[in-house]
T-cell receptor, first 113, second 108 residues
Framework: DTAVSQTPKYLVTQMGNDKSIKCEQN?????MYWYKQDSKKFLKIMFS???????INETVPNRFSPKSPDKAHLNLHINSLELGDSAVYFC????????????FGSGTRLTVV | AQRVTQPEKLLSVFKGAPVELKCNYS??????LFWYVQYSRQRLQLLLR??SRESIKGFTADLNKGETSFHLKKPFAQEEDSAMYYC??????????FGPGTSLSVIP
């Protein structure tokens, strides 16, 4: 009965490859997010979608492209992966644009070699 | 500028001792503040939010607008409280900014 699920949990890939991370929520929330947690555990928002519309797009290289086919899904595609992209990527969802807090997925640990 | 600071990167306390994790924010609007917890290799979980004024797992936090603080407190620390704690600020643009986190270690 996972509320926010991400796949894959681990991803090891070579520099220059293209990869996708998928996220799904079954909470009926209307807003979904991608956060990046770096090696120092710092969390930074990347994107936010509300009812399939992009509402937050932080300063992120355009190699990162989010896609939301419906309000229960938010995927993250990364082109031409670089060493600096290695991090844990968290998906989250919320209702009322985060007023009640976020529900996070378990994270995808991306390692670029 | 909108900002959340947590001055302690690491905090160690003995089991049974009181614990206070500090959080300060900078925001010109009306703040909405949260605490999240991340246990080792687990997902972040919402611990509490200032609006609900609740106590979760013995933790409380009071918003002090004068000092722009939202410190997290627990009177008696338990070993299972060892985790990473993040203070977060929700802005009027519906963006949540996280502080850098404080790693709490409770020594048995």
């Amino acid at each position: 009965d996972t509320a926010v699920s991400q796949t894959p949990k681990y991803l090891v890939t070579q520099m220059g490859n293209d990869k996708s991370i998928k996220c799904e929520q079954n909470l009926g929330h209307d807003t979904m997010y991608w956060y990046k947690q770096d090696s120092k555990k710092f969390l930074k928002i990347m994107f936010s979608y509300n009812n399939k519309e992009l509402i937050i797009n932080e300063t992120v290289p355009n190699r990162f492209s989010p896609k939301s086919p419906d309000k229960a899904h938010l995927n993250l595609h990364i082109n031409s992966l670089e060493l600096g992209d290695s991090a844990v990527y968290f998906c989250a969802s919320s209702q009322a644009l985060g007023a009640y807090g976020y529900t996070f997925g378990s994270g995808t640990r991306l390692t670029v070699v | 500028a909108q900002r959340v600071t947590q001055p302690e990167k690491l905090l160690s306390v003995f089991k049974g001792a009181p614990v206070e994790l500090k959080c300060n924010y900078s925001y010109s609007g009306s703040p909405e503040l949260f605490w999240y917890v991340q246990y080792s290799r687990q997902r972040l979980q919402l611990l509490l939010r200032h609006i609900s004024r609740e106590s979760i797992k013995g933790f409380t936090a009071d918003l002090n607008k004068g000092e722009t603080s939202f410190h997290l407190k627990k009177p008696f620390a338990q070993e299972e409280d060892s985790a990473m704690y993040y203070c977060a600020l929700r802005t009027s643009y519906d963006k949540v900014i996280f502080g850098p986190g404080t790693s709490l270690s409770v020594i048995p």
